[in-house]
């Protein structure tokens, strides 16, 4: 079965940078998506960005929520089936579990949990004010 393990999460002050690894065990699933969602305590999971990884021309393509659009950027290292997330200029409203998921969505549901079928158990981050 696909396996995520998530780590690189932790406490940081507003304005750090942190970077959350995913080691995506993968190989031999029909995958073409790997993303990032995170959750607040109490709020609903909700996305924070995702990377194509497959798919022709398509492939490395990345696609980001508007609230972290410039501060956060998605890269992928297919030779060790990872993915990261590098996080600047974090501010307390990022705290959150902060998941990787991998799945096939199509265009349209690339930022909806429904568009992934496995889930890591997921890494706090955790952003001081």
């Known amino acids: 079965q696909v396996q995520l393990v998530e780590s690189g999460g932790g406490l940081v002050q507003a304005g750090d940078s942190l970077r959350l690894s995913c080691a995506a065990s993968?190989?031999?699933?029909?995958?073409?998506?790997l993303a990032w969602f995170r959750q607040a305590s109490g709020k609903e999971r909700e996305f924070v960005g995702s990377?194509?990884?497959?798919?022709?021309?398509?492939?490395?393509?990345?696609y980001y929520a508007d609230s972290v659009k410039g501060r956060f950027s998605i890269s992928r290292d297919k030779a060790n089936s990872a993915i990261y997330l590098q996080m600047n200029a974090l501010k307390p409203e990022a705290t959150a579990v902060y998941y990787c998921a991998a799945g096939m969505p199509i265009l349209s549901s690339i930022a909806s949990t429904q568009g992934y079928t496995s889930w890591g158990q997921g890494t706090q981050v955790t952003v001081s004010s």
């Open positions: 990377i194509r990884w497959s798919g022709g021309q398509s492939g490395g393509n990345t």
């Open positions: 993968i190989s031999g699933y029909a995958i073409n998506a």
